[in-house]
């Protein structure tokens, strides 16, 4: 089993449209969350934290339930700019691994006009 | 520019010859991290110093890899013996701190090729 996996989709909406992607973790002890979004051929980049209460940045919510080791990201109102593809990135769990990002496969996401 | 820097940018070899990749992370970012991305695939972790310590390495990281940072400023990733396996993107992120609990920021990569 993957230590983190994720629907890779494709998922095609159209503009204005809400999405949702899940992704589960198999360590427990995992510590830290987050999504990143990548561009085609560009590198990472770190599109928001993920926390227990929830939390929410414009039209991303991230959710997560450690009971069930799932994180959500919710997209709402999508803009054609959204198309990409989206990581979820578990931290290490403690000591020396902390820091060390576990990524999943990723989620490509289309939005069309 | 004062992110992170990655050269070169593409490298294209032939099998069985050694390459160097070079990073150069944010100013003063006490972390810095090697992933590995293939096509379709997340990057998957390589190794990481904190300051000029290597404290963690992937069992992926063969012992035809070896990273240093000697000055804890910029790192080196090196591939001797290079295998078509070997194809990727190499990714270079910093981070500040040492708790390893700061977002990590990726530099654009170096894309290898073997042929």
């Known amino acids: 089993r993957k230590e983190v996996e994720q629907d890779p989709g494709p998922f095609n909406v159209p503009e204005g449209a809400t999405v949702a992607f899940n992704c589960t973790y198999s360590?427990?002890?995992?510590?830290?969350f987050f999504w990143y979004r990548q561009d085609c051929r560009k590198e990472p980049k770190l599109l928001m934290s993920?926390?227990?209460s929830g939390n929410e940045d414009g039209r991303f919510t991230a959710q997560l339930n450690r009971a069930s080791q799932y994180i959500s990201l919710l997209i709402r109102d999508s803009k054609l700019s959204d198309s990409a593809t989206y990581l979820c990135?578990?931290?290490?769990?403690?000591?020396?691994?902390?820091?060390?990002?576990?990524f999943g496969q990723g989620t490509i996401l289309t939005v069309h006009p | 520019d004062t992110g992170v820097s990655q050269d070169p940018r593409h490298k294209i070899t032939k099998r069985g010859q050694n390459v160097t990749f070079r990073c150069d992370p944010i100013?003063?970012?006490?972390?810095l991290y090697w992933y590995r991305q293939t096509l379709g695939q997340g990057p998957e972790f390589l190794t990481y110093?904190?300051?000029?310590?290597?404290?963690?390495k992937s069992r992926l990281l063969s012992d035809r890899f070896s990273a240093e940072r000697p000055k804890g400023s910029f790192s080196t990733l090196e591939i001797q013996r290079t295998e078509q396996g070997d194809s990727a993107m190499y990714l270079c992120?910093?981070?500040?701190?040492?708790?390893?609990?700061?977002?990590?920021?990726f530099g654009d990569g170096t894309r290898l090729s073997i042929l």
């Open positions: 990135v578990v931290n290490g769990a403690g000591g020396t691994s902390y820091g060390k990002l576990t």
């Open positions: 110093f904190q300051n000029e310590a290597q404290l963690e």
């Open positions: 993920v926390y227990s």
């Open positions: 360590n427990s002890a995992s510590q830290s």
């Open positions: 100013s003063e970012h006490n972390r």
């Open positions: 992120a910093s981070s500040a701190g040492t708790g390893g609990d700061q977002p990590q920021h």
